[in-house]
């Protein structure tokens, strides 16, 4: 792994990594350097990230995904509490992951499967890092007043940010913040 391929698993920018090399004693020594870069063991650097909590190791992920029933209802303080993040935001993050999806049908006619992404920044990079992190994810789909009923663990598609394919979306569901669509299927 190059820097970029780090920054890309950690859903960080190159700078950060660049800054983790020199100012972390622990950070893993390269294979090589090249006159492109350092080269690390992306198994010795992703072992490192997973213990700094800068991603989530594959069995908390699965772990994550079996505490929750498909159809029950749990509250954003319940879900949040264990699966980290903030108790607020659609796209929960815990260090540089995503750990879940939590939409409503309100802003998002086609939700679980097509999440329209607003204007606001923050909303924006986290739908991108997402896109970026792939795998799979539970989503909640809210059902009223602090009650979200578990969908399932999904898949992430990808986003997509054509700004024909985005307005197009915008005007059916009304909505003038939309600049991007976050697209998800069911995990088998």
Not at 100 to 110: A, I, K, L, Q
């Amino acid at each position: 792994m190059g820097l970029y391929e780090i920054a890309q698993a950690a859903g960080v920018t190159p700078q950060a990594v660049s800054n983790w090399v020199v100012r972390r004693p622990d950070f893993p020594e390269p294979l090589a350097l090249l006159a492109s870069g350092a080269v690390w063991d992306g198994r010795i650097v992703r072992a490192w990230l997973e213990q700094r909590q800068l991603v989530s190791s594959a069995p908390s992920r699965k772990r994550d995904l079996k505490q929750f029933v498909v159809g029950q209802e749990y509250t954003f303080d319940a879900i949040a509490l264990a699966l980290g993040g903030r108790p607020f935001g659609y796209l929960a993050q815990v260090g540089s992951r995503i750990v879940c999806g939590r939409f409503t049908t309100e802003m998002n006619p086609r939700a679980p499967y097509e999440i329209l992404v607003g204007d606001p920044p923050g909303v924006r990079r986290k739908a991108e890092m997402l896109a970026a992190q792939g795998g799979v994810i539970p989503v909640f789909i809210k059902e009223g007043t602090n009650r979200w009923r578990y969908h399932g663990p999904m898949e992430v598609v990808g986003f997509e940010s054509n700004p024909r394919v985005v307005r197009a979306k915008a005007k059916e569901t009304d909505r003038e913040d939309v600049i991007g669509v976050l697209s998800f299927r069911d995990a088998s």
